[in-house]
């Protein structure tokens, strides 16, 4: 079982920058995948990017590549994802989450952080 807690959400003009964080509880964090994925009122949740055990394999979305960067540090238990040149349509919750693999359907986790809200104005 891990604990996520996600921070590092706020208030950003286009064209700017937010880091998240993802802190898991428990010694278990390393032996998942985690996930980012991010939810918009009124529709559904959709991949961000993911990352493998050891960092050595990352995935994004297109409409995030090139801007978004995701890591982690084992030793600190937490991931993050690097958000670059902000725009207003990035604006939504974001969640980690955690998985056996960096799967891309938000239906493959079974442990979800409670969310961070990153809003983007124009």
């Known amino acids: 079982q891990v604990h996520l807690v996600e921070s590092g959400g706020g208030l950003v003009q286009a064209g700017g920058s937010l880091r998240l964080s993802c802190v898991a509880s428990?010694?278990?964090?390393?032996?998942?995948?985690m996930g980012w994925f991010r939810q918009a009122p009124g529709k559904e949740r959709e991949f961000v990017a993911a990352?493998?055990?050891?960092?050595?394999?990352?995935i994004y979305a297109d409409s995030v590549k090139g801007r978004f960067t995701v890591s982690r540090d084992n030793a600190k238990n937490t991931v993050y994802l690097q958000m670059n040149s902000l725009k207003p349509e990035d604006t939504a919750v974001y969640y980690c989450?955690?998985?056996?693999?960096?799967?891309?359907?938000?239906?493959?986790?079974?442990?979800w952080g409670q969310g961070t809200q990153a809003t983007v104005s124009t």
């Open positions: 428990g010694r278990t964090f390393s032996s998942y995948c």
């Open positions: 990352i493998s055990r050891n960092s050595g394999n990352t």
């Open positions: 989450a955690a998985a056996q693999w960096t799967y891309t359907d938000y239906r493959r986790y079974g442990h």
